[in-house]
């Protein structure tokens, strides 16, 4: 069963910047989708950012042009590169991993944008 755990999270103030780290603990084929995923208090688990490969990546409108997701396929990771962060990115953000056959999640790991 693969594992994937997140790191990176914290307390940031507004306008600030995060950078998100997933590591996998097995391999995960460059074809198979690596995507972050956020839930904030309240609210339903929603995808951030979407990478597969030889596919341009996919962003939710909320974070277009602040969030740059990127992978090292070598390393079995994926990233979330965060700028401009407001209020409202507050939540749990998490990794997620579908390939051929199954589909796995990361434990996640608290983002808090406040002053």
């Known amino acids: 069963q693969m594992r994937l755990v997140e790191s990176g999270g914290g307390l940031v103030q507004p306008g600030g910047s995060l950078r998100l780290s997933c590591v996998a603990s097995?391999?995960?084929?460059?074809?198979?989708?690596m995507s972050w995923y956020r839930q904030a208090p309240g609210k339903e688990r929603e995808l951030v950012a979407r990478l597969r490969g030889g596919r341009d990546p996919e962003y939710a409108r909320s974070v277009q042009d602040r969030f740059t997701i990127s992978r090292e396929n070598a390393k079995n990771m994926v990233y979330l590169q965060m700028i401009s962060l407001k209020p409202e990115d507050t939540g749990v953000y998490y990794c997620y991993v579908r390939d051929a056959t199954s589909e796995y999640w990361g434990r996640g790991t608290q983002v808090t944008v406040s002053s």
């Open positions: 097995e391999t995960v084929l460059a074809r198979d989708a």
